[in-house]
């Protein structure tokens, strides 16, 4: 690689692919990839994030913890900076430490997963692969997009949630060519669909939703915020928290007016005369009606009815965003939509029936014959132990405690050693004063870690690792239909490693090298993952080139493109429910379900039911009157590139969006700074007074880096600070972060 002469080349990434102009071994500008007809502007800001003052430019271990194991000082302590060799000897000693005198059931392996859109060099699969090789660790379950989801939705349809999400719904395609009435439970937001895992090149869905406007689809944004769908869509305002509410009551409407679906019920679904009572009242006196919604949603018994004859007299799709179950009882509005949807019996129908996810990420509706990825195998966990990933901080809190689980009582272990790479969970846990108290629990955290993140400078342990730009891996999606060699653009800044390098130093140290590398260096994994994916573009009849063709040539389009490829799973069920049906225990849709009601779970009973959470609009207090959601950033991928982000003029603390009665009540205008509090904590935000939002509520975008412990206030605007850290219910333990009730005055 010559670092001096001025070279462009394109690269990929969580939000596309891009061109990179390097020069004098820096990266000096990027450029938007020609294919793609809507490239994102978040690769603007890539010069200055890779070469920022915060990136960690050695290995640097915290002073007291060296000196005595001090946990105190995480967070505000300073750090030595040993030589390689000797931080690899001290952290492999530590290791050692902990599995022979605690078991590896002390060591929890923690990662997100979002770290570089790259194959081989995916942290997530390097750190659990390293762990599995010297004994396993504790594991977690599920995601903070989708953890609630991947717990309730196999109870219903019988399909694991990313196999119902990316392989069993309709393309936009389809939808465009059957759908009449678009009916999106919080919207499909154009910022969300630009990044998606592994990389998504065609940033197509803004498009789409131009075709749908041309054919005169109807298209409907519930939730509290305009911008949540596309412009030019309807917008139904609708409290946050109530969706389930809303759903019953256009549920009750069709069964009242004669428009239910009786047949695809008998057909298809189990458990309609279980929860029929409930719908009408029969069993609790409250009919779930029009009119016993409207205090709880905001939304006219008028306009519930008519939705819902247009719903039942149209193709219809119900899409629900992932943010809906990212709250307090967030299983119940999607299992209720699927209640809906089969009551409407346009399951299974192209164009309709019910979809969940489009618009949260970019690969959801693109349509393609699947080839899969490359995956670096992690061997297997000796450890039994898994806890619901938005579970860290319980578990940290509360070693021996006994939690419920989807049907299971399981005890939290006893973390004594936290290894980290990939991932800064002081951006996307919840209630993050109460996380910092809990990471101070264990005896040793270790992180793998470009930037000097908020987890980082919480860590005892810190190894400079690599951005995607400085090494070389492949940039392959199931989700999208290009392949990138993804080429060392510049050399590693600073003493940086990638993370193969680091765990094969540890490795090495504790006697499992080999067993780790197998005798391969990261160019003999790339070439030897590489020959899979051949093999298996072959099967499919896919003209996949090889390794040295891809280098050569740095990207290519794979003719995996279909003319409305079918979805088997729903279609065939429909067409012969007894010859092919749903993995459920009763094969059919579980409006009711035996399996949830035999858990006894009163904030998870056996068939939809509305449960109001703790925090939201209908429990609004004098002290806490406005209620929070923290959507996802719009200028990054979740707190990635926040260091450089936080020194564009004006862009820190972050925007809050207020209605404009609520600001006119508060003394607020758009710019004025405000402080944001709960009983939770403070943090700083810049008002954006707005008519776009629901009157009660207040948007604060998650990303911003939250500052050091012992802070009055965070100074940069993250919302977790102010989130309640509880569990969706016992069944699914999710994040409830958009179940939250805060304050704003102006500064």
Known sequence: M??????????????????????????????????????????????????????????????????????????????????????????????????????????????????????????????????????????????????????????????????????????????????ETLVMFGGINPKNFMVSMGGITEHQTAGWFDRFAQTGMTRINIGPQRSDAPDGCDWLPCRPGSDTALMLALAHVLEEEGLTDHAFLDRYTTGWDRFRPYLMGEDDGSPKSPEWAAPLTGVSPKKVRSLARRMATTRTLITVAWSLQRQEHGEQPYWMSATLAAMLGQIGLPGGGVGYGYGAIGGIGKDFKPIGGMTLPQGQ??????????????????????????????????????????????????????????????????????????????????????????????????????????????????????????????????????????????????????????????????????????????????????????????????????????????????????????????????????????????????????????????????????????DVDGARPETILLHEQDANQRGIASGDLVRVFNARGAVRARARVTGDIVQGVVALPTGAWVGGPGQNMDANGNPNVLTRDVGTSRLGQGTSAHSALVEVERL
Request: negative net charge; proline residues 10%.
């Open 381 to 646: 966990n000796p450890v039994p132990d898994v806890i619901p990933v938005a579970r860290v901080a319980d578990m940290l809190l509360n070693p021996g405690a006994p939690y419920d689980f989807n049907g299971e009582r399981r005890l939290y272990p006893d973390i004594r050693l936290v290894y980290w790479a990939g991932g800064n969970p002081f951006h996307h846990h919840q209630d993050l004063n109460r996380l910092h108290q809990a990471w101070l629990r264990p005896e040793t955290i270790i992180v793998n870690e470009p930037w000097w993140t908020p987890t980082a400078q919480r860590a005892d342990i810190v190894f400079p690792a690599t951005t995607p730009y400085e090494r070389e891996d492949i940039g392959r999606s199931p989700l999208d239909d290009y392949l990138f060699h993804m080429p060392q653009l510049i050399p590693p800044v600073g003493e940086a490693r990638d993370d193969y390098a680091i765990f094969s130093g540890l490795a090495d140290r504790l006697g499992v090298g080999q067993t780790f590398t197998e005798g391969r260096d990261p160019a003999a994994w790339i070439a030897h993952l590489y020959a899979g994916l051949m093999d298996r573009g072959r099967a499919a009849g896919i003209d996949v080139p090889t390794l040295d063709e891809l280098r050569a040539r740095n990207w290519v389009k794979l003719e995996l493109a279909t003319d409305e490829q079918p979805k088997p799973i729903l279609r065939r069920f429909r067409a012969d429910p007894t010859g092919a049906p749903l993995k459920t225990p009763s094969g059919k849709i579980e409006i009711f379900s035996e399996r949830i009601d035999s858990f006894g779970y009163p904030d998870c009973p056996g068939h939809p039911v509305w449960l109001p959470p703790t925090e939201w609009p209908g429990a609004a207090t004098q002290a806490t009157p406005l209620h929070l959601v923290s959507p996802q950033p719009g200028d990054k991928l979740h707190s990635q590139l926040e260091a450089a982000l936080a």
């Open 2 to 179: 010559d670092d001096t002469a001025r070279q462009t080349r394109v690269t990929s990434s969580h939000w596309g692919a891009f061109e990179v102009v390097t020069e004098g071994g820096r990266i000096v500008e990027t450029r938007p990839f020609a294919p793609d007809p809507a490239p994102p502007a978040i690769p603007a800001i890539l010069p200055a994030a890779v070469h920022h003052a915060s990136r960690v430019a050695r290995p640097s271990i915290r002073r007291a913890w060296l000196a005595s194991r001090d946990r105190s000082g995480r967070g505000d302590g300073d750090y030595v900076t040993p030589p390689w060799d000797e931080a690899l000897d001290i952290a492999a000693q530590e290791l050692d430490r902990v599995r022979k005198t605690h078991g590896n059931g002390a060591i929890y392996g923690g990662s997100y997963g979002w770290a570089s859109a790259g194959r081989f060099h995916h942290a997530q699969g390097q750190v659990h692969r390293f762990l599995n090789c010297i004994g396993g660790y504790v594991a977690s379950f599920g995601s903070y997009s989708t953890g609630c989801a991947q717990s309730i939705m196999p109870h219903v349809f019988g399909e694991n949630f990313l196999t119902l999400t990316y392989e069993v719904q309709d393309s936009y395609a389809t939808i465009a060519a059957h759908t």
